[in-house]
């Protein structure tokens, strides 16, 4: 099986969309994540998650970015072409995300530009969406990414 060709920076159309996949979430991966990254009462026991402004156990906005991060590295970078990103902007967190739920993702390409400094590297502006498997956005955020130009 021969792999795709690369995508260069000259490849990226604004307004093209890259669905990147799906990601579950279960408790125990919750209760995991959180206990290491981001121990809240509401990520990390579903009892007093009860009686917080949640009512249950809910996933760190981090795991759910985490994730998102998995799949964007598995199914959307090209490793041949991706130079790194500066970060992200705008990254929100609209809905909570529950142990049982499927969130599905997808970025855009928001706009492109040529790099100033550096010709061989051209920036992509991405709008990152995640919606959970009744169709609610969960999560939002902007991104940057340096991706390598078509050689001359």
């Known amino acids: 099986m021969t792999s795709p060709p690369p995508r260069y920076w000259e490849d990226y159309e604004v307004g093209q969309r890259f669905d990147i996949g799906s990601t579950s979430f279960t408790a125990d991966e919750i209760v995991?994540?959180?206990?290491?990254?981001d121990p809240q009462s509401f990520h990390v026991d579903a009892e007093a998650a009860k009686k917080s402004l949640f009512g249950d156990l809910v996933a760190s906005g981090w795991h759910v970015a985490s994730k998102l991060m998995r799949l964007f590295v598995d199914n959307y970078i090209d490793h041949?072409?991706?130079?790194g990103s500066p970060g992200l902007d705008e990254l929100r967190w609209l809905k909570p995300v529950r142990p049982g739920d499927t969130l599905t993702a997808w970025v855009e390409c928001a706009d492109k530009v040529p790099s100033k400094s550096r010709p061989q590297m051209g920036v992509v502006h991405e709008h990152w969406r995640?919606?959970?498997?009744?169709g609610e956005l969960v999560m939002t955020a902007k991104g940057i990414n340096m991706v390598?130009?078509?050689?001359?």
């Open 32 to 37: 995991d994540f959180a206990r290491q990254f």
């Open 130 to 134: 995640a919606t959970n498997q009744k």
């Open 148 to 152: 390598r130009r078509r050689p001359a």
């Open 80 to 83: 041949r072409t991706a130079l």
